[in-house]
Each structure stands twice: as structure tokens, then as C-alpha cells.
């Protein structure tokens, strides 16, 4: 079982509607990232989080630790919102390795 | 922009060549990682660096692998002998060191092709 499952693997959806993505983990963290990568490669970090809830624009990631739950939500979504949204997870007393990945959620958003 | 850079972009190699990607962080980050990202997968973890020193390095990181570092700034990773399962996206990233919560730049990547 991987240490971090993300939902659902893949998602469409039509211009406007309210898009959640969900992350669930199996470890404790210290932090959790949500990522936005597009074809080409490119990653952009959205979010990082430790707990409660953070907004940017029309995007809002919320954690509960100890649910070990954390989503990303999407409000009046874009055909530019397409792309990989990965869920990463930073082990708690483990920082020196790094993050442990999501397989991504891949959405589209028809226009 | 001052973002992370890595070069190549795109790398195609024949089998059992050797090759090198470069990556530039943030020039104030003293952290810096490489990940590995296969088609459909998310990155994995291969290694981290603070300034010059390599603190972790991950099982999937084989003897064919070596990463460099080697004035704290810009960082190298060489594949010898490449072998078609390389065939991967290479992802750099630095971060300053302020902790756990510290955020995370990305580069563009390398995508290797090994034929």
C-alpha cells in the first residue's frame, strides 16, 4: 500500500463546476504539499500545510491531521485548471529525505 | 525569472552511454533534491543535498547514479551505463533552510530517453 493515495486518478469535468481532489496518507507528516504539474514536466507548488485550512485565489487546501486526510478543492473551474494535481507528504522527524508522492490526480476541465 | 533551472530539457541516449543533467536552485537555497518521475507515477526521492554536502540518498539511486554538489550552488547527476528503465522525467528542486515548512521551487526537468 502506498503511504499516500490521492482521489480519484482521474477526473473531467465541464467549465464552473466545484472540483475536489482528496490526498490520504498512512504516515505522520510535518507538512503536506499540493503540486500542480502540466504536460511538460513542470511543477509549481500550491500549497504547503500543516494544519487548518489555506485559500489562494480559487483555491482552497484543507488538513485534518488527524484524520490524516487533506483536500484541494477547485472553485468555478477553468480549462487552464487542467493538469496533474499531486499530493506530497514530508515524514515527520524525516525532512533530510525529502517528500513522499501521490500518483496524481489527472483533471480536465472541458470547456 | 530566477526559478529553478535544469538543462537539458530533453536528453536522448542510446543504451549503455553515459549522461549528465545539470540543475541551478534558487541562488539564496541551500537545499537541494532530485527526483525521478516515471509516466503516470509521481516523482520518487533519489537524493538531497545541503550546500555541498549529500545528507540522503535513496535505494533506487544504484551505483550507475552519482550526484554532485560541489560548491554548494549548482548540482550535477550522472547515470553511467544507462540502461532503458532510466527512461524517466528528472525533476530538481531547492528549497532555503527554514525547516520542515520550508517551500519547495520546482525545475522544468530533464525527460531522458534511453532507446
Known amino acids: 500500500k502506498n503511504e499516500v493515495e490521492q482521489s480519484p486518478q482521474n477526473l473531467t469535468a465541464q467549465e464552473g463546476e466545484f472540483i475536489t481532489i482528496n490526498c490520504s496518507y498512512s504516515?505522520?507528516?510535518?507538512?503536506l504539499h499540493w503540486l500542480q504539474q502540466h504536460p511538460g514536466g513542470g511543477i509549481v507548488s500550491l500549497f504547503m500545510l500543516s494544519s487548518g485550512k489555506k485559500k489562494h485565489g480559487r483555491l482552497i487546501a484543507t488538513i485534518n491531521i488527524q484524520e490524516k486526510h487533506s483536500s484541494l478543492h477547485i472553485t468555478a473551474s477553468h480549462p487552464r485548471d487542467s493538469a496533474v494535481y499531486i499530493c506530497a507528504v514530508l515524514h515527520s522527524g524525516g525532512g533530510a529525505d525529502g517528500l513522499t508522492f501521490g500518483k496524481g490526480t489527472h483533471l480536465i476541465i472541458q470547456p | 525569472d530566477t526559478g529553478v533551472s535544469q538543462n537539458p530539457r530533453h536528453k536522448i541516449t542510446k543504451r549503455g552511454q553515459n549522461v549528465t543533467f545539470r540543475c541551478d536552485p534558487i541562488s539564496e537555497h541551500n537545499r537541494l533534491y532530485w527526483y525521478r518521475q516515471t509516466l503516470g507515477q509521481g516523482p520518487e526521492f533519489l537524493t538531497y543535498f545541503q550546500n555541498e554536502a549529500q545528507l540522503e540518498k535513496s535505494r533506487l539511486l544504484s551505483d550507475r547514479f552519482s550526484a554532485e554538489r560541489p560548491k554548494g550552488s549548482f548540482s550535477t547527476l550522472e547515470i553511467q551505463r544507462t540502461e532503458q528503465g532510466d527512461s524517466a522525467m528528472y525533476l530538481c528542486?531547492?528549497?532555503?533552510?527554514?525547516?520542515?515548512?520550508?517551500?519547495?521551487?520546482f525545475g522544468n526537468g530533464t525527460r531522458l530517453t534511453v532507446t
Open positions: 528542486a531547492s528549497s532555503p533552510n527554514r525547516g520542515p515548512n520550508s517551500p519547495l521551487h
Open positions: 504516515v505522520g507528516i510535518s507538512a
